[in-house]
């Protein structure tokens, strides 16, 4: 399912409202992985996680997210959100109080980061969580760094030993397999059924190194 968000030129975006597997009771704002030249060219690299894209499957999967994703894309990586463009995520049913901001795809221009950012100024009373593996993008821009907003890199290796924390983010994620995280003896931190149950990543803490198991 999907929240509408429409626009001043008859546009619009959509949010998806109804998440599944770990996800759920979570909303989340996607892109397209398929129509991003950052995510193909990482889907190259067969030392990058990417390589295994289970955006690109789920869009194989999903008609329906393969369309809202590609236009989500389009849409707002061309224009600037004008203010009155921008959602009061309040005022819709069963919002949460945490937001996932790129579930599936990545960063595409400048102008989509600086509407992420626009949607989390607008909306100070919920917590967002960024995530990203795209440096040229952020630092183009300049890391935006907001009292409700989680900025988290996510590394670019399956099994990375020592993953670094870019300046300024909140937190790095990275996915080891079982047997290399018990020999390298990697403390796996996100083993929640549910992230809104767990709140790890959504949460400003001194726990800055997010560890999970690779599906």
């Known amino acids: 399912m999907a929240l509408t968000i429409k626009l001043n030129n008859n546009d619009h975006f959509k949010i998806t409202n109804e998440m599944t597997g770990k996800m759920q009771k979570m909303w989340s704002l996607n892109t397209s992985p398929s129509t991003n030249k950052f995510c193909l060219s990482m889907r190259q690299n067969p030392n990058y996680i990417c390589s295994k894209c289970y955006s690109k499957a789920s869009e194989h999967r999903w008609k329906s997210a393969r369309s809202a994703w590609s236009h989500n894309s389009a849409v707002l990586s061309s224009k600037l959100l004008a203010d009155n463009e921008v959602p009061d995520l309040s005022k819709y049913k069963n919002c949460p109080d945490i937001f996932r901001m790129q579930a599936h795809g990545d960063l595409v221009n400048d102008i989509h980061y600086r509407n992420l950012i626009k949607i989390a100024e607008k909306n100070s009373d ?19 760094q907001l009292d409700n907003l989680i900025n988290v890199f996510s590394t670019f290796e399956l099994n990375n030993p020592h993953p670094y924390l870019p300046i300024g983010f909140d937190k790095v994620f990275s996915v080891y397999t079982k047997e290399f995280a018990e020999e390298n ?24 190194f997010i560890n999970e198991i690779a599906k």
């Not at 990697?186 to 959504?202: D, M, P, Q, V």
């Open 126 to 144: 919920i917590m967002f969580a960024l995530w990203t593996k795209n440096l040229v993008i952020v630092r183009m821009v300049g890391l935006i």
């Open 185 to 208: 003896n990697i403390n796996i931190n996100c083993g929640a059924k549910e992230c809104f149950s767990c709140r790890l990543c959504y949460t400003k803490n001194n726990i800055m």
